[in-house]
């Protein structure tokens, strides 16, 4: 039986988990910053970070509680130590170091972006045994749009990524613009009518380079310049109507879930993928969670929402496959920090 501590800092969660045999929750504590950050648009480096120094003991102690368990009874912590803001995966790399020092836990240090991947693990299946490598995976959050294929544990390959924004960061844009409010994926998506929109965004063409690669920038100067012509943005004195705003959130939507679809169909038929997984913020919303579903005719695991954004049990499930397929203890006391860190390159 293994035991593991999971710490997420990597962003704007200060997110502690204790996950049993890389499969089962015993808790799952996050401390959210959305209130702190709400008011200026997006997330604010210096005040995440200072945040995280605030959050980070307090909740270690609530997810011991929440588990009923000791420190000692832990067999591994594990950390995010990278991609992500500098200040805030410091918090949580010094913090997980300063436990596994004063207790002689072993410590790792887990990719953040691998850890969205084997949140799928948590959802009560074993995409390994239960349905099989090659899986591709589609990691959709605020910093990354990558579309991967998963060979085997820890064996990636990057088959595509985005050009520009990441799809998360495009819908916090388009929220901004819609006077939405922050985090912008939630807030369209509540919105949006259930029925198509009238209003239709284009889906980018690339001349060259590979088909596989996203991009939303100009998805983004599309809703941008349509709202300056409906007279939406700037805001002005007289609020827009509420259904204007919902035609235009759905527009936006459908434009980004058939990107993403559409990459994801590409891939699983090109390489003969077994299977889906989906993870990231983004992988949160339902018609995205519905259409990959429809479209694809394979298994595809999408954690719930609460597993997608960014949460500890992920962490603590990609530590427990680490450990389990490594022939060495992959890392201890000297990790370090990798704030521009890829998978599958
Ligand atoms: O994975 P995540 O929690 O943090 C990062 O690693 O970036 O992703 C956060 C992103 C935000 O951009 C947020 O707007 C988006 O995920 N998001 C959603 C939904 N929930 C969160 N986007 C679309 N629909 C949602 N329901
Ligand atoms: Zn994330």
């Known amino acids: 039986m293994s035991r593991i501590l999971g710490i997420e800092s990597s962003c704007d969660e200060t997110a502690v988990s204790i996950v049993q045999n890389g499969d089962t929750i015993m808790s799952n504590v996050i401390a959210s910053q959305i209130d702190l950050h709400a008011p200026h648009g997006g997330i604010v480096p210096e005040l995440a970070s200072r945040q995280h120094v605030i959050n980070i003991g307090p909740t270690v102690l609530k997810a011991l509680a929440d588990a ?7 067999d591994a912590i594990s950390v995010t130590n990278g991609p992500g803001l500098a200040g805030s995966l410091m918090v949580g790399v010094n913090f997980a170091k300063a436990l596994a020092a004063s207790t002689n836990i072993p410590l790792i240090g887990i990719n953040h972006l691998e850890g969205h991947i084997y949140a799928a693990w948590l959802d009560k299946i074993d995409p390994a045994k239960d349905i099989g490598f090659p899986l591709v995976c589609l990691i959709a959050s605020g910093g990354h749009t990558d579309l991967l294929l998963m060979e085997d544990h820890g064996e990636y390959k990057l088959l595509g990524k985005t050009r520009d924004d990441a799809a998360g960061e495009a819908f916090d844009k388009a929220a901004r613009v819609l006077g939405l409010g922050f985090p912008g994926g939630p807030a369209i ?7 198509p929109s009238q209003e239709t965004f284009p889906q980018p063409h690339f001349k060259n ?16 310049n349509r709202a300056k012509t409906l007279g939406i943005y700037p805001p002005g004195s007289t609020p827009p109507s509420e259904s204007v705003i919902a035609e235009l959130a759905g527009g936006f939507q459908e434009a980004i879930v058939a990107s993403l679809v559409s990459r994801v169909s590409q891939a699983v038929q090109i390489f003969n993928a077994k299977g ?3 993870g990231g913020g983004v992988a949160a919303n339902s018609l995205l969670r519905e259409r990959t579903k429809a479209s694809i005719d394979m298994p595809v695991v999408v954690p719930p929402p609460i597993l ?15 450990i389990e397929h490594s022939t060495t203890f992959p890392q201890h006391l000297s990790i370090d920090i990798y704030p521009t860190s890829r998978l599958g390159l």
């Open 68 to 74: 009923d368990i000791k420190l000692h009874d832990l």
């Open 276 to 278: 889906v997984i989906l």
């Open 209 to 224: 380079g590979n088909p596989l690669d996203f991009s939303f920038s100009g998805l983004k100067t599309s809703i941008l």
């Open 189 to 195: 998506q509540k919105v949006a009518p259930s029925t």
């Open 308 to 322: 997608c954004t960014d949460n500890g049990a992920m962490i603590a499930a990609c530590a427990h496959h680490k």
